[in-house]
C-alpha cells in the first residue's frame, strides 16, 4: 500500500532505523522514542491492526513476538523488563493503521493507563 507509512518504511522510501529484520518482519526505532528504548515491530505484510492480521496471517504474529525477544536481548533490555504493546483503533491512541507492535524499555514504565 504505497500511502502506508510503515509499507513504505518496509519498501524503502522512507528511511528509518532499522535494529532487526526477518523474512516477515521489520523493527526500527520509533521516530518520537517514549522510553530509552522504543522499537516498533512490524509484519512486512499490510494489516491495518494486530487483530487483523491475527486473521490475515497468524504465524506472523509469532514471528513480531519472537522478533521482539531477539530486539531485546541486543538492546539489554531483557534482564530488566520491557512493556510490549499493540495500540489498537483510534482510543487507544493508534495512529499509523499497520499493525505494529510497540517495545519499551530501558526506564520504570509504571502501570498501564
Ligand atoms: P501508534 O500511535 O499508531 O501506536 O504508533 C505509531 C508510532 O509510529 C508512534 O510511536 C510514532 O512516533 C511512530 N512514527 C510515526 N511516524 C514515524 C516515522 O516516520 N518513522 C518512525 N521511525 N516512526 C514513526
Ligand atoms: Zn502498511
Do not use: W
Amino acid at each position: 500500500m504505497s500511502d502506508c507509512l510503515f509499507c513504505r518504511i518496509v519498501a524503502g522510501e522512507i528511511p528509518a532505523t532499522i535494529v532487526h529484520e526477518t523474512e516477515t518482519t521489520m523493527a526500527f526505532r520509533d521516530i518520537a522514542p517514549q522510553a530509552p528504548t522504543h522499537v516498533v515491530l512490524v509484519p512486512k505484510l499490510h494489516s491495518p491492526d494486530a487483530v487483523a492480521l491475527a486473521t490475515a496471517a497468524p504465524g506472523v504474529l509469532d514471528d513480531l513476538f519472537l522478533a521482539a525477544g531477539e530486539v531485546a536481548a541486543a538492546e539489554g533490555v531483557d534482564e530488566g523488563g520491557y512493556r510490549l504493546l499493540f495500540n489498537t483503533g483510534a482510543d487507544a491512541g493508534q495512529t499509523v493503521f499497520h499493525a505494529h507492535l510497540h517495545l519499551l524499555g530501558g526506564r520504570e514504565l509504571g502501570a498501564l493507563a
